[in-house]
């Protein structure tokens, strides 16, 4: 297909997609005349991983090509992919290794409780994995509020994460094209996160009205299946 | 408790703490003095309510105020307490009642399909919820970029979220202080909100380990239970 075919596909405009060519982000199409260039089916994917990284995670162009790369250089393995994805592999690769040392001792123990939690749950997680640090963070933020929550309080939920998680693997399935894999590793693990989030909102919200409303399915403004 | 006591207990300096009094967002202690008062326990809480409002959803100092009115008028009631803190509803009241048309084609078919899955699970919610409208995008977003994930592939992540929403309102069990309450919801609506996605990267690393790695447990760097 000719650029513009290209453009419209994937609602990238051209000049867009030209800098893309340029910076190396996209590869280039098959020439067909001195100054014209046929794309085909991969330029269409790899362009909608390009917006999807950018768009979901908001990263730079600088640091989308840098994951590209990294993926590229892994197409073998769809677990360093995914792993690249989920921000675990560093694009920038060795030099770095061993564990940061939290910096204060609430954060030390945030994270002691978070390796507590992975341990419980069984998980074979990377040093790495920035995720756990989050996790750290949220657990020295609940003890520092004087919560009743700790790493036990949080094992249910790491139960229900873990069954997330299942889902997530079995969406991998089934793609053959290793890019096409690779944007379904985005995909499903970043742009399903505010739909997660919104989810379980909207669940807290019907949740609530059986537990302490008043209200009740029926109430003004509420949406049940009988208004479709 | 004199104000640096209180300071102290909350890790909020006392200029920031007077700037609360005099906003009226921290109501007044009780005058031991011309110049002193005595604080108590409801300060920490309602401190410590003002500190993850504002750290947790990024509110300004207004906003927040707007939240604890809102739920100082609500006391009786958990469930529009809950709503508040999750944005369901608006803190002015009333006047901008109706739902918010759509502007754009695959906005309205997103809202649909978000229309849909919510019936289809049963949710009871309000037009307002602006987590219907986050879904909307999302599977706007999903159909955008050609992905065959649509609300129908959604249904099994909702009913994970239905579980984990119920793990939600059993955590605000068992608080007598309203004000407690009101803490509590937002600790568990919203703090918990980067636990979960963690959570779930923790656990998607681990699957995609198991499912398509080759290192598996005992790889260099991973953390298992026998490192502990």
Redesign the interface.
């Known amino acids: 297909m000719r650029v513009s075919e290209l453009s419209r596909r994937t ?1 990238v405009q051209v000049p867009l997609i030209k800098y893309y060519l340029r910076e190396g982000m996209l590869p280039p199409g098959r020439a067909t005349a001195s100054n014209q260039a046929d794309y085909g089916e991969e330029h269409v994917h790899r362009l ?1 991983l390009i ?2 990284l950018i ?2 995670r908001g990263l730079s162009a600088g640091a989308t090509k840098a994951i590209l790369d990294a993926i590229a250089a892994e197409q073998e ?3 360093q992919v ?2 690249i994805v ?1 921000g ?1 592999r560093p694009t920038v690769r060795e030099g770095d ?1 061993g564990a940061e040392r939290p910096s204060t001792e609430p954060e030390a123990a945030g994270l002691a409780d978070a ?2 939690l ?12 920035p ?2 640090h ?2 750290a ?3 020295a ?2 003890s ?4 009743d ?1 700790d790493w036990h ?2 094992l ?3 139960r ?10 079995q ?2 399935r089934g793609e053959r094209d290793l890019l096409a894999q690779a ?2 590793a985005v ?3 970043v ?27 029926g ?1 003004p ?5 009988a ?2």
Chains 1, 2 share one sequence.
């Open positions: 609602g909608r917006r999807t768009a979901t393995d769809l677990h995914f792993g989920l675990v290794s390796r507590r992975i341990a419980e749950m069984g998980w074979d997680v990377s040093q790495g994995n995720a756990a989050t996790l963070e949220v657990l933020a609940l520092g509020l004087g919560a929550i309080g949080l249910p939920y790491a229900l994460a873990d069954s997330i998680a299942d889902l997530d693997v969406q991998m944007e379904r995909l499903v693990s742009l399903l996160e505010p739909a997660l989030l919104a989810l379980r909102r909207l669940a807290q919200e019907d949740k609530s009205a059986r537990q302490f409303g008043g209200g009740g399915p109430a403004g509420s949406i049940t299946a208004d479709r």
